[in-house]
């Protein structure tokens, strides 16, 4: 680690500094009397490699125990596919086989050898499989001929030189197998090797490369082997191996790297807002992703984006605080230093004579730190390619990008989707799918971990901003600053000034380091790339199709089994999973039993055998064991022949099992946080298994399999229905039980008969097990939980205080309604949130005793339901609430313009009177907007009344509350209290006063002023309201004046003390007692604070009027 504060450096700006102590420790090999034993971090197809003539090399980077980062350089391995032949085709036909291929290729392909072998081909079952078994295996010198060559033989019937070995006999099919794999992929999978796994190289059967100069120089050692020398040691995504996941789950002292920056755009906005831009398109073509600047700057002193300060924190501990974390902080013009040093332990500023100096020391303290993980928050699309392209742009040498382990290796950037816009377009029910797009950092060697990227894809917010998350995940607020503050920070006459602006840059950095440890994301990420054998990389960015697609060619591989190629299916499903309409209600007598089956579609497929490999071809007939599916799709019984599929699912579930027991009795906590991280993985993996089979981008797509899936999941809640009232209702005249709802693995079963909430746990635990005997293993019916009050609106959307044990009730447990939905407005959780409350009182269930609330007290409830509607109706219209309460988001998932959509958007409005505003606002697909609804026209549509939230503020809009209450308040609200109360009822509670509406109608002030104190009025008296002649009381109550005064007066010193109270929690976030700046919109504080200061310049204002007008005068 680098030095600490406390190292003497000259006080006068710097050109360089010395980044050596920064370096990993010398280690010396020996490779003729020790093992090499590494962690991989990256398995690299290199075959394509200008520096090096093997045209098959792959490159291992790793990290050995000791923490020397190394490369090993591996020869020998060849691509390969398969090709079915006769019998009749023997050795003698390589030559004329080899011909027909070269007459038919677009440009040369080298063919390495031929070989006979025996398969069994994956695509149905075969009750004659030895006459499908001969093929020819086919390697290649190049890895990328394995394409050209697998499309010729997909036509080879057809092809000059190769239809004529049809006729001849000596070929039958021109089913192309296993050319779906890539370089990388087939090397890991033939030779057992799991990304960031464990790898032995057995000492005299490598050597290392004493002498290896560029591009090498950047590592601890290189070395080079044939592939055969490589021996994995962690698990085997195939294999169960306790004594190998026990010994080789562990980590070594990964060196990360956490990156943040602060960005000013020196060109002139039309409008300056506090929202981020975009520079201009960078010089260079390797770099391809804009990054969105950190500020818009009102000035045209600078006419490029520029960098001021660069934080770095660099640890060896990704899963804990530790005192050996190294953070630094770079700047530049200007003899600065950060306010932060005086209290976060090993911390350095250095200030440099200007932002070359300052970008030069950055990746020299990059290169020479050399670190394994690459982190930060948006550093893919922000921090790290904001700083290449000012490198870029200053004319700093070429070379500055190459921050890979090879040093002729430009990093480079690729924008990705999971999903692509047209085919959410296609896809309507995928539309709320987080498909932001993002980039990728192409670092090779180096694991680069996006905590945005990874948030995005696990985790429901709202904005996904650092300030949301740092909030919701890591448990601290952060202070945001408009961009014209950081500029006003960086010109600033004050040393402070630029300090802060320091510290708001190590803010940042720290927050996103402590979103990585609390969310756990790089162990998770790293297991994951270990269940599945695939690149860190690849599960970082990739969605699951990959993910199961390299599991199958392993397990395939491993039993002498081989995939065919075919292109995407693009064939729709023809079912859809059961979905009983619920017997909707508020019922406070009879508990609600929840029973769930465990794993239902992995089950399914074991259970009934469905694959690939046991699916009987169409017109073939089979007489033995067999099951039948959806349209009479037929599969054999495990006992003919187990299927592949079944087999990878029974190695989850099995590992998990294990992997769940080895954490419990891990007493190391890193060792358990890593167990978890892949009890998880595996988890993920297979429920991800069945959307293989119906996806249409799949490459395997099998709608026999996928259909009869959810079709038997159907059969198996409506069997599952009929077995539970067949076993439970004792007599046909009455009911004990009655299944009120089922969800495509979910039952609900109703119990009659006043049974306590006791009674339904037990009663339900005794439905699962004597249900589950009916099917065969692994299908199971858990008992989940009971509800109790419950209340069943809808198909998917329910509630209710959930039992798990009869002590006392867990939570209020809320599915699918709008309190717990992230694009409805935070208003309605207020709402929804203060009903439901009511609703599921924790105190009115006596567990042992009778379940039913008795309906004097059901009656009381619904009269504290109504009251606290009318309370909360008067409080959003009054504008008693902070506007954070009316900020609305919706994602761009389908495009960015008016014309990806079908109808008018609000939020595409929002953003296209932002794009108006400042016609450099880059979005991006997927990316969430705010909103809010101001004051319009009358009749205006929701659209045209949207507003961008900061541009709202700063010009002092009026909030529509009216509109709130009527567009986004009353119908959610109303399909809840319409199941106890009637229509009439329900609207009586959203009636207003013609007096409240004007009040709201007349407010004033920033968003639209949130209290009604201060408001003009008429010279009336304010205690009975008669007419005044002369100031704010009319003859009869002048007496009153001293003694409202000071009512007006404590009104004043409670605002006054709530104010205090507010700033001195944004002190504690900022870290000092600078004036507050802070507009972080993820923070309700923000919001209170604008509230507040808002309500003491009104208690003020009306406290003094009042004081002049009566001619009192007040003793403070």
């Known amino acids: 680690m680098g030095p600490t504060a406390k190292r003497k450096r000259d006080d006068s700006l710097l050109t360089s500094i010395d980044t050596a102590i920064y370096s990993r420790p010398n280690r010396s090999f020996r490779s003729t009397d020790e093992d090499l034993v590494f962690q991989l971090l990256e398995c690299e197809d290199a075959s394509k490699d200008k520096h090096d003539d093997d045209t098959s090399l792959i490159r291992l980077h790793g990290v050995t125990q000791e923490g020397a980062s190394i490369i090993v350089l591996v020869r020998g391995f060849k691509q390969y596919l398969y090709f079915p032949v006769t019998p009749a085709f023997t050795e003698a036909d390589y030559a004329a086989f080899e011909e027909g291929i070269h007459a038919n290729t677009k440009s040369p392909v080298a063919f390495d050898h031929f070989e006979i072998v025996k398969r069994d081909p994956l ?273 700093l040498s070429k070379d500055f990008i190459n921050l890979a382990r090879c040093s002729h290796v430009s990093l480079k950037t690729k924008r990705r989707q999971i999903y692509s816009g047209a085919w959410l377009k ?10 932001r797009e993002h980039t990728e950092l192409g670092c090779i060697g180096r694991l680069v971990l996006d905590l945005r990227t990874v948030i995005e894809r696990e985790e429901r917010l709202r904005t996904y901003t650092i300030n949301e998350s740092s909030a919701v995940i890591g448990g601290r607020t952060l202070e945001y600053l408009s961009d014209p503050v950081l500029y006003g920070l960086w010109n600033g006459d004050s040393t402070d000034d630029r300090a802060r602006l320091g510290d708001y840059c190590l803010h940042e950095c720290s927050a996103a380091l402590n979103i990585m440890r609390k969310h756990a994301s790089l162990i998770t990420y790293i297991e994951l790339s270990r269940v599945t054998g695939l690149n860190f990389e690849d599960v970082v960015s990739r969605g699951q199709m990959r993910r199961f697609w390299g599991q199958l060619f392993r397990f395939c591989g491993a039993r002498g089994v081989i995939v065919p190629a075919q292109s995407r299916g693009g064939g729709q499903m023809t079912q859809s999973a059961l979905n009983y309409m619920p017997e909707v209600g508020y019922d406070t007598e009879n508990p609600v039993v929840v029973l769930d089956f465990k794993s239902l579609y992995p089950s399914i497929l074991i259970a009934r055998n469905l694959c690939f490999s046991t699916e009987v071809r169409p017109g073939d007939d089979f007489e033995g064991s067999s099951w039948t599916g959806f349209g009479g799709c037929k599969f054999v019984g495990s006992d003919v022949k187990e299927g592949i599929v079944p087999q990878i699912l029974k190695h989850f579930l099995s590992e998990r099992s294990k992997v769940k027991t080895l954490m419990k009795n891990a007493t190391d906590p890193g060792m358990r946080i890593v167990l978890d991280g892949r009890q998880k993985a595996i988890k993920v993996c297979a429920n991800a298994v069945y959307g293989f089979f119906g996806a249409s981008e799949s490459r395997l797509q099998n709608m026999a399999i996928a259909d009869a899936t959810i079709t038997e999941g159907a059969n198996l809640l409506e069997a599952a229905k009929q077995e539970i009232e067949k076993r439970y209702n004792t007599t046909n005249s009455t009911k004990d039980i009655r299944v009120v709802y089922g969800d495509t693995d979910s039952v609900f079963v109703k119990c009659f008969g006043g049974k306590s909430v006791a009674e339904a746990i037990e009663m339900g635990k ?135 959509y079908n109808a008018k958007q609000t939020h595409i409005s929002v953003i296209d009177k932002m794009r108006t505003r400042d016609s450099r606002r880059m979005f991006k697909d997927g990316e969430r907007i705010s909103y809010i609804f101001t004051q319009s026209t009358p009749n205006s549509k929701g659209y045209e009344k949207a507003e961008d939230p900061v541009y709202a503020i700063n010009k002092g809009l009026l909030l529509d509350y009216q509109y709130y209450l009527e567009h986004t308040v009353h119908n959610p609200v109303q399909r809840i209290l319409e199941l106890f109360m009637s229509n009439k009822e329900v609207e009586a509670l959203f009636k207003v006063t013609k007096s409240a509406k004007v009040a709201v109608s007349k407010a004033s002030g920033v968003m639209g002023a949130f209290l009604s104190a201060g408001k003009k009025a008429a010279s009336r008296c304010e205690v009975c309201g008669d007419q005044c002649t002369r100031g704010k009381l009319c003859a009869k109550h002048k007496d009153q004046a001293s003694e409202l005064a000071g009512v007006k007066k404590q009104k004043l010193l409670d605002r006054r003390q709530a104010k205090k109270d507010t700033d001195e929690t944004c002190y504690t976030c900022q870290q000092s007692r600078r004036e507050i700046l802070c507009v972080n919109m993820d923070c309700e504080v923000y919001f209170n604070r604008t509230k507040v200061n808002e309500e003491v310049q009104a208690t003020e204002d009306d406290l003094s009027n009042f004081v002049a007008s009566e001619a009192i005068k007040l003793d403070w």
């Open 123 to 395: 695509e149905y079952f075969r009750d004659k499989p030895q006459d499908y078994q001969r093929y020819v295996k086919i390697y290649v010198k190049k890895p990328t001929d394995i394409v050209q060559i697998g499309n010729i033989l997909s036509k080879s019937d057809e092809l000059p030189k190769l239809l004529n070995m049809y006729t001849s006999g000596k070929l039958y099919s021109s089913q192309v197998y296993e050319t779906g794999l890539s370089f990388d992929m087939r090397f890991m999978a033939d030779l057992g090797i799991v990304g960031c796994g464990w790898l032995r190289l057995d000492q005299g059967k490598y050597q290392e490369l004493k002498t290896a100069g560029p591009p090498y120089e950047r590592v601890s050692g290189v070395f080079e082997c044939q592939y055969e020398a490589i021996v994995g040691l962690s698990p085997n995504s195939t294999e169960a191996n306790d004594e190998k996941t026990r010994n080789w789950s562990k980590l070594p002292d990964l060196r990360c790297l956490i990156v943040s920056c602060v960005l000013l755009d020196g060109k002139p906005a039309k409008k300056s807002v506090s929202l981020p831009n975009s520079p201009k398109k960078p010089k260079t073509s390797k770099i391809v992703a804009a990054p969105r600047t950190k500020a818009v700057v009102p000035t045209e002193d600078n006419p490029d984006p520029f960098i001021t300060h660069i934080s770095m924190i660099l640890t060896t501990s990704p899963l804990a605080p530790s005192s050996d974390d190294q953070i630094i902080l770079l700047t530049h013009g200007g003899a600065n230093d950060s306010n932060a040093s005086k209290v976060i332990k090993n911390l350095e500023v250095f200030s440099f004579v200007d932002e070359k100096a300052m970008l030069h020391a950055f990746r020299s303290i990059f290169l020479s730190y050399d670190p394994d993980v690459v982190s930060g928050y948006d550093i893919t699309s922000e921090a790290i390619p904001s700083i290449l392209y000012r490198a870029l742009d200053l004319g």
């Open 426 to 435: 296609k896809e309507r029910k995928m539309n709320a799918t987080s498909n």
């Open 766 to 900: 005794q439905m699962s097990a004597e249900v589950s005997k009916v099917w065969p293993d692994p299908i199971s019916l858990d008992f989940e939980k009971v509800l109790f009050p419950s209340l069943l609106q809808n198909r998917k959307r329910y509630a209710g205080l959930l039992w798990t044990n009869p002590e006392k009730p867990d939570e209020i447990d809320v599915k699918g309604i709008e309190v717990n939905r992230r694009d409805a407005v935070p208003l309605i959780g207020h709402v929804i949130g203060d009903i439901f409350k009511i609703l599921f009182p924790h105190k009115n269930n006596d567990a042992t005793g009778s379940g039913t609330i008795p309906s004097e007290e059901r009656q009381g409830i619904i009269e504290q339901v109504k009251d606290s509607v009318r309370t909360d109706v008067g409080r959003i219209l009054s504008g008693e609430l902070n506007v954070g309460s009316y900020i609305m988001t919706k994602g761009l998932w389908l495009g960015t313009n008016a014309s990806d």
